[in-house]
């Protein structure tokens, strides 16, 4: 029976077909590699050995030279190959992704398969541009203009009808999602996408550059003592990240893994020994700063948890989550004592008002709810933005609120009546919000990607922040500005819409120390010029 040979031939060829499909690492460890990996073990990632480890895995090359210690990869001998014992090593402070799920059985598989039959490259693709036009290199994506706009309105005897203006080719900006002040007012921290800028105030200039930080940056605060600055973030969907910074010289203090999602908020006590860290994971964890380990987990919540905050004395502290609730956590053992209930849609923020312990929440429904921290009962419920409630600040004594709204206005309350103050418009989307321990400023990070200095008291801007890649930075201030050098000539300068081409008329506005003097709060006369 001829079909049934030519079955059996088949039976025959198909092993010997199926070993010869040996896996690539272009075309099938790179994708694994990508998903689980890279974000901590690629090239731009190598100077950073406390977060690489100096490893990178994003190119083969890479992969072979291993790292100091030796290498990770022996072809042919998968038992020998750190890239593949690493990823099922019961181990767990050995094993890889570290404070992560592990990786899929199947996919480690495929890894050990590709070592076994001798790491082969495979064949590279091509990177294309997205637009789908023609293939690019990766280096030259185009950048797109970034206008800041000035409140200066003169040069030399030009007045003009709006303000001068001046674009760089920096953008698009990733939006700046964390704030925070130092508790002595002198240091203005802020976080966006892998990277936080440390702003010395007095000196209207960056202190400091942190790039060793895991994806996002989704809140950062300063201990109560200022001797460290918790930054937390992570990889949406595959691990969260807390990193501990000490401030005298910005060296890393240790990493607090554990969270199997983005971390989304955390908290300090009073007296900076222990931090709460809230997850996409569903739960809330509380940290010893000092030992970083977690002191309990706790469980209550159905969905992501947003946001967390502290009670003045430590004694337990609060939450806003996306199952439409917000919870009292005793901070001793980590049990519910009372649960924020009534909202319509998720909470985003909470906050506790230093002194008096009242709780505040607010999120996709836009009213302020003011809750009773012992009690856990509504005391009164006031109007808000027009668009969700992203955070709630208060000053350190607690006689300021300010709430941050998805429409672009930031407003302050009277925290004892609860009756709203000023509205400011601050532009876009307001992600980001701290208040200075004095209640004279309040900085809101925007979904621009530039943070806007308030002053409080008359609703007036006092400075537009940016920073970019490779150390630049540009500071405005009642219309004089500072930046990194070089970085004015890079601008297009405008005024009135049309190109200002003589570099001389705007000497004048580079003016540093009246920058500093500004975002310290005075007031400094916008620039005059001669008739």
Request: glycine fraction near 10%.
């Amino acid at each position: 029976m001829p079909h049934i040979q030519l079955l059996a031939a088949f039976v025959l060829l198909a092993p010997t077909t199926a070993r010869a499909a040996d896996p690539t690492y272009w075309q099938d460890v790179r994708p694994i590699l990508r998903k689980h990996c890279t974000v901590c073990h690629a090239e731009r990632k190598l100077a950073e050995l406390d977060v690489s480890a100096g490893l990178a895995l994003d190119k083969p090359e890479w992969i072979a030279k291993g790292t100091k210690k030796g290498k990770v990869l022996v072809a042919g001998k998968p038992d020998d190959s750190l890239i593949v014992t690493l990823l099922s090593t019961k181990d767990k402070r050995r094993a890889m992704p570290l404070d992560a799920d592990p990786i899929p059985a199947a996919d480690i598989a495929v890894i050990r398969k590709w070592v076994e039959s001798g790491a082969k490259e495979g064949t590279k693709p091509v990177e294309v541009d997205p637009t789908g036009v023609n293939p690019v290199a990766r280096p030259n994506v185009r950048k797109l203009p970034v206008v800041f706009v000035t409140r200066t309105t003169a040069l030399g005897k030009a007045p003009f009808a709006a303000p001068v203006t001046a674009t760089l080719q920096v953008g698009p900006l990733p939006p700046v999602a964390a704030l925070a002040f130092s508790p002595d007012g002198k240091l203005l921290a802020m976080g966006s996408y892998g990277r936080v800028t440390v702003w010395d105030l007095a000196a209207a200039k960056p202190a400091k550059l942190l790039t060793n930080v895991l994806g996002s940056v989704n809140d950062l605060k300063f201990s109560p003592d200022g001797k460290t600055l918790a930054v937390a973030g992570g990889q949406p969907s595959a691990r969260g990240d807390l990193r501990l910074f000490d401030t005298a010289d910005w060296k890393l203090l240790g990493t607090l893994g554990g969270h199997l999602d983005t971390v989304s908020g955390i908290a300090w006590s009073p007296d900076s020994a222990k931090i709460a860290s809230a997850s996409f994971d569903k739960t809330v964890r509380l940290w010893d700063a000092k030992t970083r380990a977690v002191l309990h987990t706790f469980t209550g919540h159905s969905d992501f948890v947003y946001a967390v905050a502290f009670a003045p004395k430590g004694e337990w502290f609060a939450t806003a989550s996306k199952d439409r609730t917000g919870r009292i956590i005793d901070a001793a053992t980590g049990k519910s004592l009372g649960t924020l209930s009534g909202a319509n849609d998720e909470l985003l923020a909470v906050a506790v008002r230093p002194e008096s312990g009242q709780v505040v929440t607010s999120g996709i429904e836009t009213a302020v709810s003011w809750w009773d921290g012992k009690t856990f009962e509504r005391s009164r419920r006031t109007g808000g933005p027009g668009v969700a409630v992203h955070e709630i600040a208060f000053d350190a004594k607690g006689a300021v609120m300010v709430v941050a709204g998805g429409d672009g206005t930031l407003r302050t309350y009277d925290p004892v009546s609860g009756n709203a103050g000023k509205t400011v418009s601050n532009g876009s989307a307001a992600f980001a919000l701290a208040v200075d321990p004095a209640g004279k400023r309040m900085a809101a990070g925007t979904a621009e990607g530039v943070v806007k200095l308030w002053d409080i008291a008359d609703a007036r801007l006092v400075a537009t922040f940016w920073s970019g890649a490779d150390d630049a930075w540009l500071l405005f201030a009642d219309g004089w500005y500072s930046a990194s050098p070089g970085l004015s000539e890079k601008a297009v300068w405008k005024g009135d819409g049309k190109p200002i081409t003589d570099a001389k008329l705007l000497l004048p506005l580079a003016d540093p120390a009246k920058v500093a003097k500004s975002v310290a709060g005075e007031k400094v006369p916008l620039p005059v010029f001669g008739k």
